[in-house]
């Protein structure tokens, strides 16, 4: 058993009865600024390869960056959000390496002077809340992106030839760094996620970054190392890169715990290395070997000014903030009387945002949790997508609830104005139109319905004109069957009544 062949992992409950995790969680943020954060070159995704670049970005001999004033608010707004000091005076530095993404064989960083660090954010799992502490957010720029052609696995090894694309070279990112992380050893996984879910939200909030895992402006290394239970000191950490789903952080964190036990168990070393993470089975692979003493030769950027954020313009900028994720969920759950458990499977579908734009639009909280949790959940998963990428908006879903309010149909016939919403047959009104949805409740077509349920059910008939009223479900039954659900059901009652009683 070595860290580059197959292990054979140790089950999870038993890998935490002898070693306890400890985790650091480094996450990259891809700020939304329109222009790079050294000189004026766009940052649109999918622009044509190498037409976003310039003499700064390319890092010609003799270019000079400028830093974006927008890139260095967002950070502090990004830093005061986790409850992070401000920097009064800071330096971008210099961090050496080459690779051929990155044009200038350095990037531009900020080393042990970052704008923001010693912050604090909460996240829940379960129920319970989990504090996680910050060592610091700063910022840096990305590198290209190189493409290997040829070969089977779209890695370097065995590729034919390799094209680079210095298109995202130089745009603005912040990288957010913990303290290391130590929770209950079977809670690890999950509050990685959670965290990771948690900045999603609060940056997103923030309106400075798309932050979608999925097109790479929110990427996480996962940094895992177990030690013996009730030791104290660190064990050697691995740093699983760029993992690129919220699921994922967790099944990485998990299997590594997993992995690392299987070879401390063979009173193996861990080796400190970056690892890959394969999402078809959830394992990692060996990267490089990557020791903490590594030199990057890291020095003061000498091009560009330090910066000196006013403590006016940091105040400024804390009262843009917008409400923290946690005392909204809080506000939200009293003002729509939701109980603990609504709340948290309200938040745990992702749908906090759906069903407040919902309700916004004019729905009853219960009912808006209702279509989004229920109806709208279960085709999202059968389509095995996201509940927000569903072709349907919380003020649709309003405007459906607001027929069923008016009697205009039943939440019967509403699952067929949802199906025709979501095919794309337009508004729901239109949908009722087109489809023939309407409830019936003209009296003339209910009353001979009704006529024709109690010629055909005489002894149901017999109990109810006998007093036995609760027999009436068996003819609405009849009538409801006979006009394909859509007669108004308490007309029909009355009407039955009314020819019985
Ligand atoms: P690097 O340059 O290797 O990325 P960073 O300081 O940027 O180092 O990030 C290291 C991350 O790993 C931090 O979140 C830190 O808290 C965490 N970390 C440090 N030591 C350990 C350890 N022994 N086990 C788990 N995590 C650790
Ligand atoms: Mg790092
Ligand atoms: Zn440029």
Redesign the pocket.
């Known amino acids: 058993m070595t860290s580059t062949g197959t292990v054979t992992l140790v089950d999870f409950d038993e890998a935490l009865t002898r070693y306890e995790p ?5 996450v990259h943020i891809e700020l939304n600024t329109e222009s790079k954060m050294f000189c004026g070159c766009a940052t649109n995704f999918g622009a044509e390869p190498n037409s976003n670049v310039c003499p700064v970005c390319l890092g010609l001999p003799g270019a000079l960056p400028v830093v974006n004033g927008t890139a260095v608010e967002s950070a502090i707004r990004i830093g005061l959000a986790l409850n992070c000091e401000i920097a009064e005076w800071c330096r971008f530095a210099r961090k050496n390496y080459f690779y051929p993404d990155m044009p200038k064989n350095f990037q531009t960083s900020q080393y042990d002077e970052p704008i923001a660090f010693n912050g604090w954010t909460e996240v829940d799992v379960d129920g319970e809340t989990f504090r996680i502490e910050i ?1 610091r957010a700063h910022m840096e720029e990305d590198t290209g992106k190189s493409l290997h052609v040829g070969g089977a696995t779209g890695r370097i090894h065995g590729a034919d030839y390799s094209l680079v694309d210095f298109n995202r070279a130089g745009i603005p990112l912040i990288e957010i ?4 992380i130590v929770v209950p050893g079977h809670k690890a996984p999950a509050v990685a996620r959670a965290y990771v879910n948690h900045l999603r939200d609060l940056i997103g909030g923030l309106g400075v970054s798309d932050v979608r895992m999925d097109q790479g402006s929110l990427r996480c ?1 996962v ?3 177990l030690r013996p239970v009730g030791r104290e000191a ?4 691995t ?1 699983t890169k760029n993992v690129n789903s919220f699921k994922s952080v967790e099944q990485a964190a998990r299997f590594e715990i997993q992995r690392q036990a299987a070879l401390l168990d063979a009173g193996e070393v861990i080796v400190q290395e970056t690892r890959h993470f394969h999402e078809k089975d959830g394992s990692t692979s060996p990267g490089r070997e ?1 020791s ?1 003493a590594e030199d990057y030769r890291y020095f003061p950027e000498p091009d560009l000014a330090p910066i000196a954020a006013s403590r006016q313009w940091v105040e400024e900028l804390r009262a843009t903030l917008p409400e923290p994720p946690a005392d909204r969920r809080r506000r939200l759950q009293a003002e729509w009387e939701f109980s603990d458990l609504d709340m948290r499977d309200t938040v745990g579908a992702g749908a906090l945002d759906l069903v407040a734009a919902t309700i916004d639009a004019g729905a009853a909280p219960q009912a808006a949790r209702k279509w989004w949790l229920g109806e709208l959940a279960r085709r999202a998963n059968e389509a095995e997508v996201d509940l927000s990428t569903l072709d349907i908006t919380p003020q649709q879903v309003a405007g459906i609830q607001a027929l069923i309010d008016a009697g205009k149909i039943n939440d019967k016939l509403a699952r067929d104005v949802f199906d025709g919403v979501l095919a794309g047959e337009g508004s729901p009104e239109e949908v009722v139109a087109a489809r023939g949805l309407e409830v019936v409740s003209d009296d003339g077509a209910l009353s001979a319905a009704v006529d024709r349920a109690i010629d055909a059910n005489p002894d149901v008939a017999d109990k109810i004109r006998d007093g036995k009223v609760a027999a009436a479900g068996a003819l609405i039954g009849a009538v409801m069957k006979e006009m394909r659900g859509q007669a108004d059901a308490a007309r029909v009652r009355e009407l039955i009544l009314e020819k019985l009683g």
Do not use: A
Request: no cysteine.
């Open positions: 400890v985790m650091g969680l480094e060592e760094v913990t303290k290391t290394d940094n895992l190392s660190f064990g050697t950490r740093e990557k903490d």
